[in-house]
C-alpha cells in the first residue's frame, strides 16, 4: 500500500501565466477585425440572437469530467457556426465573449478560472475567424461553405482544449496535463458532431428564415430526451460501479488492502476530490486516516474534512452533509470555508450500535456540481458494505491473535511456543544448547477453590508479567496450561540453563497481591534442552512439562529432564492401550447403584458407573482408568459404553413393567464434545427410552472454568428432553453461580458431606444450606453417601428427596441386581403403575 504526501501543486493564480497571452491574442484580433469592419455593431439584431443562442448552449451543456477540470459538450459550436456564417467576424468575437462572461457570472466561478475561460473562449473563437479570413469568401451554403466553418470550428475547438491542457500542467504537473490532452480525440469527435449538426442549421436557414422555429423546437426536444437518457445510464452505471465496489471490498476485506481498493473507486463514483476512510484506534489496531486524492496515485496520511463535521456525524451516529444544496446543516457552512471546502459527506461506519469509523467525501469535481441527497444515499450503501468488511477484517485478525495468544495474559499459547520452538531448533550455534524452561504453579487450585477464579485469573496475569520482566531480551515467554508457562530462549549449556531457571524461579517466588490478600505462591520448573533432550518441539515441550512435574517433590523445585521421568508416562500409554482394546472387546462392566425416594421407600432408577477388571493389574480404579480415558481421547467411547448398557437395561426393565430411570456421570471433556447430543439423540431413538428417564450427572468441581464453552451442550442435551444434575455439589466453587447459569433440575449433594452430618455441625449445616437453597430453586435433591439410619433420618426431617448410598445398597452388575430386586423390593401398585419399594433397609 502507498503511503506518500500531497503532490507539488501551484497556486491558481499561476494560471495568468496561460490567461494573459489568450487574452492579449483575443483582443489584438478583435482590433484587427475593428478596424477591417467598422460597421459590424450594425448587425446588432443578429448579435442578440446568436447571444441568445450561446446563453442557452451553455445552460444546456453536458459536463465531462476530465480530472478536475469541467470540460463540455460543445453544444455552443452549434450557435458558433450559425455566427460565423451569418455574422461580420467583429459581432462574432464580442458575442462569444460576452456569451461566456454571462454563463461565468452564472457559475459563480473564481475570479480566477472566469477570466481563463473567457479568454480561452475569446482566443479560440479568434482562431477560428482568422481560418475563415485565410480561406475564399463564404458563399452560399453549398459545400464549400460547410469545410471552411468546419475547419474553421475544429480550429476553434483544438485551441480551446488545449488551453486547459496547458493551464492544467501548469498548475497540477505534467501528468494531470498529459490526462487532459489524451482526451483530446473525444473532445474533437464530440465537437465534430456538434458542427454538423450545426451546419445542417445553416443550410435550413438560408433556405428560410422560418425554420428557425422548427430548429429551436427540435433543439428543445433533443436537449430534453438527451437529459433523460443521460440521467438514467448515470443511474444504471452508478448501480454497476456499487456493485463492483463492493465485490472488490469483499474481495480484499481481509488481505490489508481494504483502504486502497475502497477509496479510490469510492472518489471516482462518487466524482470527489478527496475520498477518507478513518477508523479510531480500538485496542491493538491503531488509528487509520487515509486519503485518496484525484490526480494522485498512493494514500494521503491527511483529511481535508473538517473536524466540526465528522464530530457532528459521529455523535449522531448518522450521515452529515455540507454544501449549497443541504439547508439543513447550512450552521456549517462557515467551517467548511475556514477549511477552503466546496462541500463534503461524513457517513458513520456502524457495526451494530457500535460505531468504527468514517467513510468521507469532499469537493465534488466541477466549479459548478455539488454533492446532492442521491449522493448521500450511495456513500451510505457504499458505507455499510465498507463497515461489515472493516469488521470482519478486524475479527479475522482478532481471531489470528487469539489462535496463537492466551486470552488471559495476552501470552503466546502452546501452538505458537511449538511453531516459535520449531524454528528455534533449526538454527542453534556450535556450543550452545535450545532451552525449555516450564513453571508450574503451585496452589493455583487452591486460590481458584478459596477466593474465586478471577482470584486465579489475577494470580496467574501477576505471574506472567513477573516472567516477563526475568526473561531476558532474547527470550519467548508463553503459557500453554492453566497453570504452566514457558521460557525458551538460547544458552551456552545445560549447566547454564538450570542455573538460569533456578535464578528465575526465585525471582518469581516474591509475594503477589491478589485482592486484599498477600499470597506466596511458588513454582516447580522442569528443564528440557535441545539437543540432549531431542529435536521434536513437541518432544521438548512434553518433557519440560515431566520434569515440572518431578520437580513439585523436590525441596528445590527445579528439575532436569532424564528419560527415567518417561516411564511413568510410559505405563500410562500402555494402560491406554489396553483400555483401548477392553472397549473394543466389551470387556469393561456397568455397575449399577439404586437409588431411592426416601418419602415413601421406592425405587427410582440407579446410576451407572463403569468397571474394569485388568487381566493383569486385576480392578483398576475408576478415577484411573477414567484420567486415562481423558488424556487418550477415549472418553467419548467409554460414555458411550455406558450410556448404551444402561439405556439396553433401561428397556428391559420397561419391558419387565418395573420401569426405573438412570443416571449417568458426565465429564466436562465430554460437554465439550459438540458431537455428544447427536449420539444421546439417537441411542434415545433406537433403544426407545423417554427421555425424562435418563440423568446427566456433571461433576461441580470439573465444571470449573469451563462453564461458558459446556453451556450450548447442556442446553442442547436440556431441549432433548433429558434431566441435567450438578454432581458432588459444594465441593466447588461458586455453586450458587452455577445454579443460575446451568439449565439443571437436580442437585446432588457430595458424600463427603451427607457422611459426615451425622457427627459434625458444619457438615450438617451444608447439607441443611444445600437442600433448602435448591428447593428454592425448584431443583430435586440426591444425596450420596447414605450410610446409616441417623443419616437417613436426618435427610428426611430437611425435606431431601432421594438418597444413595450403601445403607440401600452398593454398585452392583446387572446380575446381582436383580437378584437384590427379588430379595430387597416389593412389587405396589400406585395411580401410575407398579413400581418396587425397599422391604426394609437393613
Known sequence: ???????????????????????????????????????????????????????LAAVAVLNVLIRQQNTAVVLTEIPLVLAIGFLPPMMVLTVVTVGAVIAQLRARVEPTKLWFNVAKAGAATSAALLVVAALPDLRGAGPGTWGILFAACITSAIVAHAAVGSVIMLLQGPQAGQGVLRSAPAAIGTASINIAVGLVFLVALDATPWAGLLLGVLVGAVVLLFRSFEGFFRQHRTLADVYELTLAVREHSNDGGLPDVLLGRVRRLMRAEYATLWLPAQGRHPEVLLTARVDDAGLLDISPTPTAVRERALAGQHAIAVGAAFDDTADL????????????????????????????????????????????????????????????????????YDAYHDRLTSLPNRRRMTDALAESVKVRAPGEVVAVLLFDVDGLREVNESMGHSAGDKLLAEVAERLRNIAGPGSLVGRIGGDEFV?????ESTEATVRLATEMREQLRGPMVVGSLTLDVDTAAGVAVQPDHGDDPEALLRRAELAANAAKMLPYGVQLFHPALESRAVRRLGLAADLR?????????VYFQPKVRLSDRHLVGVECLARWQHPAHGEVAPEDFIAVAEHTGQLHRLTEVVLTMGLRRCRAWADADRPLSIAVNLSARTLLDSRFPELVHRLIKEYRVPPAQITFEISEPGMLGEIERALPTLYRLRDLGVRLSVDDFGTGASSLSYLRQLPVQEVKIDDSFVQGMATDTGDLAIVRAVISLSREFGLTVVAEGVESELTLELLEEMGCEIGQGYLFSRPLPYERLEAWFSAQTEPESTPTGEVRRLRAVI
Open 1 to 55: 500500500m502507498t503511503r506518500r504526501g500531497p503532490s507539488p501543486r501551484r497556486s491558481p493564480e499561476y494560471a495568468w501565466l496561460i490567461t494573459t497571452p489568450l487574452a492579449v491574442f483575443a483582443f489584438v484580433c478583435g482590433l484587427v477585425f475593428w478596424i477591417s469592419d467598422p460597421t459590424w455593431y450594425q448587425a446588432w439584431l443578429g448579435g442578440l440572437v446568436a447571444l441568445a443562442g450561446i446563453v
Open 333 to 400: 457552512r462557515h467551517t467548511l470555508r475556514d477549511a477552503s471546502v466546496k462541500d463534503v459527506i461524513v457517513i458513520p461506519l456502524r457495526s451494530g450500535q457500535t460505531t468504527v469509523g468514517s467513510l468521507e467525501v469532499v469537493n465534488r469535481l466541477g466549479e459548478t456540481q455539488s454533492f446532492r441527497q442521491a449522493d448521500v444515499q450511495v456513500l451510505e450503501t457504499i458505507a455499510a458494505h465498507a463497515a461489515v468488511a472493516v469488521e470482519n477484517s478486524r475479527l479475522v485478525d482478532r481471531l489470528r
Open 487 to 491: 521460557v525458551t530462549l538460547r544458552a
Open 581 to 589: 482394546r477392553a472397549l473394543d472387546n466389551d470387556e469393561l462392566d
